[in-house]
């Protein structure tokens, strides 16, 4: 039989079965009954009509499927002209999804509170089927792209833009529970989650501005992706920013159908400014032969780290009142459950991811920060020190956890945060070489392409422009009635005049900086309640 080369799909397939049959049988409460009675239960079995609140979990069990049949493809089924071994090995594959799902459903009688249904054993089945689907219709190319991310250079950057925008789309609508009728969706918006501009889910200001600025970072790095794959474009940051716009005005679009989605017009903006950065820092980096040794990395990391420690144990329901906390710490610490994923049982799995993708990017920025620190010596004990770094932080934040009413620890969070400082200095690892690979050592191309009079060094159509009269007799109209409107405002006009000049000199050295000050300063300007005006 031709087998890939590779063993990391044999060994993937063997973690992932194991990982299904542990999360199949969480909380693992065993019960004894009698082998004959749970027979005879599981033969009887029912088909279960599920609203729209359980469609969730029935998806999950498709989605749960789906990469083991793609790994178990790509393990047996290798690129061969017979077609008698291809049927074969599909026909292997199929059996052994569905055994496996029988077998685990059946078992899940003895470990309750899990739940055995007919819904199940098809949902499983066709997760299965789409994986193997999933294999002949992209396999190959999946697989060539997962090369040419190991090799680096122009490829690297084209796949990990194809993969890092396919996952981030799968996450942004997991788990997939669409509405199926137009009751579903009036009984949807009803609840009144979903906004024009911003969500009242968003929660406090520290939770929603780190959402915020969370959904800025993690279209980032797409940003620099794109910036390198469209370098040759004479309006490049602006093509950029309009492929924020539109991915932001289909994956808020597409959450108004999603049962539980929350849909905010916000969230649209933060995708424009994430890729917008994201090709600001590639502009920046690329005209730089070094940029890390022309910035000083450790100081701004020091500085950094500060509001860094201060912003985490807000994020973990910290509270600094004497009011929030508890003295029952023993009584916690004995119903305190140490079975991984134990606590993500009990809630939706829309909940589930979003609090398991919470805790992996409060801990990512450990591993950058790690890897900016050592970036220039390569050391792959770095990556264990930034793992162990994360996961003793993790640690403090879980046991004052303990303190503080309502709250709890998840040992499971140790896991997520030593996985995210690892993984994330492994990708920034990654990155650097391919930026320091043949094809992707070249230096912007734009130029070349573009004709002569806009390729001057000093072209008007690339530097400042000077100003003309009128222009500046607008300004100067304008500047006056912002200051006759700043001290004529109630409160303290001072203040307000400070906070104006501050940010004039912010847009003056840097002029997208109202993509970031203006959205982040919206939600806290409503002073109206102290002084009777509006924004």
């Not at 597409?254 to 090709?279: C, D, H, K, N, P």
């Not at 809630?347 to 790690?370: D, H, N, Q, R």
């Not at 109209?477 to 940010?503: E, F, N, T």
């Amino acid at each position: 039989m031709p087998l890939i080369k590779s063993p990391k799909f044999l060994y993937f397939a063997i973690a992932y079965t194991a990982f299904i049959i542990y999360g199949s049988l969480v909380p693992l409460a065993y019960r004894d009954i009698p082998f004959d009675t749970a027979l005879l239960a599981f033969q009887n079995i029912r088909y279960l009509d599920l609203g729209a609140g359980s469609r969730a979990d029935w998806i999950s069990n498709i989605v749960l499927y789906i990469p083991l049949g793609y790994s178990l493809s790509a393990l047996l089924i290798a690129k061969t002209k017979s077609v008698f071994y291809t049927v074969f090995s599909a026909t292997l594959i199929l059996i052994f999804c569905l055994t496996l799902a029988v077998t685990i459903e059946f078992y899940q009688q003895f470990f309750p509170p899990r739940t055995v249904s007919q819904n199940d054993l098809i949902a499983e089945a066709m997760g299965s089927v789409i994986g193997l689907a999933l294999w002949f219709g992209y396999g190959t190319r999946l697989q060539k792209l997962y090369t040419h991310i190991l090799k680096g250079g122009r490829e690297a950057l084209l796949a990990s833009a194809i993969l890092y925008a396919l996952a981030y789309l799968a996450i942004s609508f997991f788990p997939y529970d669409f509405v199926t009728s137009l009751q579903e969706l009036q009984d949807k918006l009803a609840l009144g989650m979903d906004a024009l501009f911003i969500s009242s889910s968003c929660g406090s200001f520290i939770f929603c501005s780190t959402k915020l600025i969370t959904e800025v970072f993690i279209v980032l790095p797409l940003g620099i992706l794109l910036a390198v794959l469209l370098k040759w474009h004479p309006h490049r940051r602006t093509a950029v920013m309009l492929v924020g716009f539109i991915m932001g005005s289909i994956i808020e679009g597409v959450q108004l159908f999603l049962v539980s989605g929350i849909a905010q017009g916000l969230s649209i903006l933060t995708r424009i400014v994430g890729l917008g950065l994201g090709e600001l820092i590639y502009t920046k980096i690329s005209h730089t032969k070094n940029p890390f040794i022309t910035v000083n990395v450790r100081k701004y990391l020091s500085i950094a780290f500060i509001p860094y420690l201060l912003l985490l144990p807000l994020l973990n329901g910290w509270r600094y009142s004497t009011q929030a906390m508890t003295f029952s710490i023993a009584e916690k610490i004995d119903k305190l459950n140490w079975l991984p994923f134990y606590y993500h049982y009990y809630t939706t799995e829309a909940t589930a991811l979003k609090s398991l993708l919470s805790v992996f990017a409060m801990y990512l920025p450990i591993g950058l920060g790690i890897w900016l620190w050592h970036y220039h010596k390569e050391n792959s004990a770095h990556k264990l020190t930034a793992g162990l770094f994360a996961l003793l932080l993790c640690l403090i934040m879980e046991s004052g956890k303990l303190f503080f009413i309502g709250k709890h620890p998840d040992p499971t969070n140790l896991l997520i945060s030593f996985a995210a400082a690892f993984i994330s200095y492994a990708l920034a690892e990654l990155v650097y070489h391919w930026f320091h690979h043949p094809d992707a050592k070249q230096p912007i191309q734009a130029k070349a392409a573009l004709p002569t009079h806009l390729n001057s060094k000093h072209s008007p159509a690339l530097d400042r422009q000077t100003s003309s009269p009128l222009a500046k007799s607008c300004a100067i109209v304008i500047i006056a009635g912002l200051l006759w409107k700043a001290l004529d405002y109630p409160g303290s006009s001072i203040g307000l005049i400070g906070m104006l000049l501050l940010y004039a000199s912010i847009l003056r050295k840097y002029s997208f900086a109202w993509l970031i000050v203006i959205p982040a300063a919206l939600p806290i300007l409503d002073f109206s309640p102290w002084t009777g005006r509006l924004f």
